[in-house]
């Protein structure tokens, strides 16, 4: 592929402490793609993606957004060796966050928790970081919400501001951790539905999920982790349908045997 990644890991590790989480991690992401993360609940998942713009710091190798080094200028990765708040906020403007349990502030209202980002970390000018706010709820069906406090919202309309809130940065890359996993399941599709426009527009994504239909509808690459390592990557039709690892197989045995059959028999 001739087009360069927005977004390339080579050899990435992350320890806390002693208790290496993340160990030679590499992915490359061009533009258009949308990587899936997979894998079981510890393996490394959300840890990998908030190295991807240094909410976790990591400890070996590099991480490249668009052709500049994240986090680090030299060799070293030890704290000392950290760039400035403000160089790492430049590096990593390309790329925005979507948290698991939306994150959003209680006491503001919906249209200023997508503001905030934009006022604080952006500097815009209030009635600009308003326009820009109002359009990107509407982009995810919320501009009626607008006035409305979190608090008032179900969990799918809260992360739908989640989205709203990354989407009004104009990122090139999302990052999205689990963004349904804390959602009853009825609220689930509507979001799935917001990151599927997403995808149809050519957003550029790196997902964390347990939605495995979804993943391998939308995925370009797919990723599956184990105690912080890739087990095996690849485009969605092979990783799906025909593992090649057994411990892939097996991860995914839930998903083949879980057609909905309900009982015949009379309940005594
Ligand atoms: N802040 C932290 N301090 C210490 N250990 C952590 C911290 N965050 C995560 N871990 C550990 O790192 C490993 C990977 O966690 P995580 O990235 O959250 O996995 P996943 O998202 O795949 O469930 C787990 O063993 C977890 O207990
Ligand atoms: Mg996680």
């Excluded at 976790?56 to 070293?76: H, N, V």
């Excluded at 989640?162 to 689990?178: F, H, S, T, V, Y």
């Excluded at 996993?181 to 527009?201: C, I, T």
């Amino acid at each position: 592929m001739s087009t360069l990644p927005l977004l390339e890991l080579r050899n990435v590790g992350k320890a806390y402490g002693t208790h290496r989480v993340l160990e030679g991690f590499n992915l490359a992401v061009r533009p258009g793609e949308i990587v899936s993360l997979i894998g079981p609940s510890g393996s490394g998942k959300t840890t990998a993606l908030r190295c991807m713009n240094f909410l976790e710091t990591y400890d070996q190798g590099e991480i490249w957004i668009d052709g500049q080094l994240l986090g680090y200028s030299g060799p070293g990765r030890t704290p000392a060796d950290r760039d400035s708040p403000a160089q790492i906020d430049a590096v990593r403007r390309p790329l925005a966050m979507v948290f698991q349990q939306f994150n959003l502030w209680p006491h503001m209202t919906v249209r200023e928790n997508v503001m905030a980002p934009l006022l604080l970390g952006k500097r815009l000018a209030r009635a600009e970081a308003a326009a820009q706010a109002d359009a990107a709820l509407a982009r995810v069906g919320m501009a009626a919400k607008a006035a409305a406090y979190p608090a008032r919202l179900s969990g799918g309309q809260q992360q739908r501001v989640g989205i709203a809130r990354a989407l009004a940065l104009k990122p090139r890359l999302m990052l999205l951790d689990e963004p349904t996993s804390a959602l009853d399941p009825e609220l689930v599709e509507e979001v799935l539905q917001v990151v599927r426009s997403l995808a149809e527009e050519g957003m550029t994504m790196v997902m964390v999920t347990h939605e495995m239909s979804f993943a391998a509808q939308i995925s370009s690459q797919v990723v599956f982790m184990e105690a912080g390592r890739i087990v095996e990557t690849g485009a969605p039709g092979p990783m799906f349908q025909a593992p090649a690892t057994d411990r892939l197989r097996s991860f995914l045995a839930p998903w083949f045997n879980r057609s909905l059959v309900p009982r015949t028999e009379e309940v005594k």
